[in-house]
């Protein structure tokens, strides 16, 4: 079992390199040097933007 560690941590490098995130939208983007994510040029004003309620619904197969 110890022989298969360094063989295992070889294999979930490589498939890790794989790995792809999605892009923002257009109207938002995150500044790097604020830590702040801006939609449509602002910044959100406290924990979320109460004028702006999204809805996201999530379906599971079973």
Not at 19 to 25: I, V
Not at 52 to 62: A, E, V
């Amino acid at each position: 079992m110890k022989n298969s560690y360094p063989l295992l941590l070889l294999m979930a490098a490589f498939f890790s390199q794989n790995l792809f995130g999605q892009n923002l939208p257009d109207a938002m983007y995150f500044s790097p040097a604020d830590h702040i994510l801006y939609t449509n040029g602002q910044a959100s004003e406290g924990l979320y933007d109460e004028s702006q309620i999204r809805t996201f619904q999530l379906w599971f197969s079973q």
